[in-house]
């Protein structure tokens, strides 16, 4: 019997969470199901986000609807328009198999006499905002008097948001008799206040520490000059090329105006805020969701509740104005048990915010410093490497290669890998061969780094290395910390600067430590695999030539399924036509204008965020494709 099967869930469920892949139940939903199935009771429950709260109040109350009855029998508040879709199309996949429920999603921004008239063909479950909801009931569109289930999802963020008042009214158009659920990542007063006033002795279910942050999210910060925040914000990007991230602005105006400023320095981003239209927004989310996009840049209202897999970092590009909010956008990424990185991108004058922060998330930070010219342009060789390497070849290639050959014949292998990464790269290293170092001190303890002018490092002397083991083999830099002392039998701080990123990763130890790490680490084997370790910079070995790295930021560093994508898809027809290669620089600016959201239907945003990004200091931003502008 499987795990789903033993809380009590029916045929019809088992096989929808089949088809879901679910394996086991997460915590909470193994502490909610079988006490929600069991009995009508309220219910309070706390858990992080990402701990998959909507199945664990969306399969008992699937299992308890009355299919047979066409009354709404239901009702889920969630607090934005994003979410209210995501709850209804989960709740439609866990039903799937049961024949005759039907959810409908009722939130702002979309015609509310479509939704009424779903509403009347008969809905048993109503997902909806707190805002149209309250509309709905005033124009008396919905009958809510007769529902036996009441979901309050995401119930602190609602409050944050503003919605008390819409939530005491709705509730109080529905029976007294009915089952109050409520669901919430913290318990602040007014949640508290809430489940006071309109529950009976709830049922009490807390996952994990109460108000802690997620821990398959570790948190670094980045100290940086105000001026040089966007620039940071690029090498972040540059550094992690599978990058797959929502970036936070604290305001509209900032969001748009970095979206707009990153597509066009020629990454594949866009911005999510509440002047978009609602179709904008989807679309939005669209692209985000079919990874058309690496860089979602939000606000934190606009990205409440966004759940999407797989998000690699957070980037509070600007921390949060109430840095309980920080919690909320770490919780977009480390979800479904998978590592997730959130980054502060921090002033001198902020950083006190940061030890605000780890009281509230009861976690450390780690300090890092912006990753100077030579590691972005290491980095990006390696994954351009590796990219490579795993391409797989289209046949139709076949009926070129003749002439293909013919014009590369005379070239030795060696000298066709490096023009062919050349290709890719000399505009990079171009770029961060011209560029300062921007990182900053705090506190003097962990920054050695130096160079940015694309000369060696100095790392006190330290030797710097490359390894072929990363987060893809589950490491973390602390994990990877301690299997590295581990296996090299080293002291605490023998290995320092432990960096990891997908396929590979970079640590430090002091040169005397050297012939160990190769001798050692070349020889061992982690399940099957050879590891292989590299010195990395020239420190203290004198190992590198970075000549013939070239160096160019552009799409083709990418995954194989965001480039192609990209150009077609989401960022308008107008482009298609300058794809060679996914090199995106050439497009001409005026096509690029719009920012971030491109579709066709972005008619009308052009005048404000032309305003809006004028009035932005970004400073010093060269760009590797352009001219310079200082
Ligand atoms: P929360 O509401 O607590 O933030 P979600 O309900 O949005 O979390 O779930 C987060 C992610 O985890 C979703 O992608 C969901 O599909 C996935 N998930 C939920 N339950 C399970 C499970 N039992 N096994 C695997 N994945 C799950
Ligand atoms: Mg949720």
């Known amino acids: 019997m499987n ?24 915590e909470v939903q193994e502490k909610a199901i079988p006490l929600l199935l069991e009995k009508d009771t309220d219910m309070v429950a706390l858990a992080q986000t990402g701990t998959g709260k909507t199945a664990a109040f969306g399969f008992p109350l699937i299992q308890k609807i009355d299919a047979d009855n066409r009354n709404t029998q239901a009702l889920v508040l969630s607090p934005t328009r994003e979410l209210c879709l995501q709850i209804t199309n989960e709740l439609k996949n866990y039903s799937k198999y049961e024949k005759g429920i039907n959810v409908v999603a009722v939130y702002g921004g979309a015609s509310i006499t479509e939704q009424a008239r779903e509403v009347k063909r008969g809905a048993q479950i109503i997902v909806a905002t707190p805002g149209r909801m309250q509309d709905m009931i005033n124009r008396g569109l919905v ?96 550094a992690n090329p599978d990058i797959f991230s929502v970036v936070f602005c604290r305001t509209k105006r900032d969001t748009q105006a970095i979206a707009e400023k990153l597509i066009e320095d020629g990454y594949s981003a866009a911005a999510l805020h509440g002047d978009l ?18 860089m979602l840049v939000a606000t934190d209202v606009a990205a409440r509740g966004i759940d999407v897999d797989n998000v690699t970092h957070v980037v509070n590009y600007q921390l949060p104005d109430e840095i309980e909010t920080y919690n909320h956008r770490s919780g977009r990424t480390g979800r479904a048990g998978k590592l997730g990185t959130s980054i502060v991108i921090v002033t001198k004058s902020e950083l006190r915010k940061i030890s605000s922060i780890e009281r509230i998330i009861k976690q ?37 290669l003749p002439a293909i050959n013919n014009v590369l014949e005379d070239l030795s292998k060696e000298e066709l890998i490096k023009k062919m990464v050349s290709v890719e790269f000399n505009r990079f290293i171009t770029y961060y061969k011209k560029n300062r170092d921007i990182s900053t001190q705090s506190a003097g303890d962990r920054r050695e780094r130096g160079d940015s002018e694309g000369r060696e490092f100095n790392n006190n002397g330290a030797v710097r290395y490359f ?3 990363g987060s893809r083999d589950n490491f973390d830099w602390m994990s990877l910390k ?14 320092f600067k432990v960096d990891v990123k997908e396929g590979f990763s970079f640590f430090n130890t002091d040169p005397q430590h050297t012939d160990k790490v190769m001798d050692i680490l070349n020889n061992v084997q982690l399940e099957g695999r050879r590891i292989n370790v590299e010195i990395s910079k020239n420190d203290g070995g004198g190992r590198r030539d970075h000549n013939n790295r ?11 399924n965001f480039a192609p994508r990209r150009e077609g898809g989401f960022r308008s027809d107008r482009n298609s036509g300058s794809k060679e290669g996914g090199f995106r ?16 239907s972005s008619r009308n945003e052009g005048g404000s965020e032309r305003s809006s990004r004028r009035s932005e200091n970004f400073g010093d931003s060269p760009r590797p494709r352009r001219s310079r502008r200082d």
């Open 143 to 238: 009958n809510i008097k007769n529902i036996d289930y009441c979901v309050l999802d995401e119930a602190d963020e609602m409050l944050n948001m503003g919605f008390y008042d819409d939530i005491v009214s709705i509730l109080s158009d529905t029976p007294d008799e009915k089952s109050t659920w409520l669901f919430s990542a913290t318990m602040p007063q007014e949640v508290a206040r809430i489940a006071k006033q309109f529950m009976s002795a709830p049922l009490e279910i807390t996952v994990g520490t109460k108000n802690s942050g997620s821990s398959t999210v570790s948190h670094e910060f980045y100290l940086v000059n105000a001026r040089d925040r966007y620039e940071a914000l690029k090498r972040l990007a540059d």
């Open 585 to 600: 620089g050439d497009r001409n600016s005026s096509s690029r204008r719009e920012g971030g959201f491109r579709n066709s």
């Open 277 to 294: 239209s609602q179709a904008q927004r989807d679309g939005v989310m669209k692209s985000f969701r079919g990874r058309q996009i690496q």
């Open 482 to 495: 301690d299997y590295l002392k581990e296996t090299l039998d080293l002291g605490r701080d023998d290995v």
């Open 364 to 400: 450390k930070f780690q300090e890092k410093s912006i990753p100077s010219g030579i590691e972005i342009c290491e980095i990006q060789l390696l994954h351009l490497a590796n990219k490579i390497k795993d391409t797989e070849v289209d046949h139709e290639i076949d009926n070129y």
């Open 3 to 26: 795990k789903f099967e033993q809380l009590g869930l029916n045929e019809s469920l088992l096989k929808a969470i089949l088809d879901l892949g679910f394996e086991n139940p997460s």
């Open 550 to 560: 070239g160096g160019r930021r552009d799409s083709s560093r990418r995954d194989g």
């Open 467 to 469: 390894v072929n083991i």
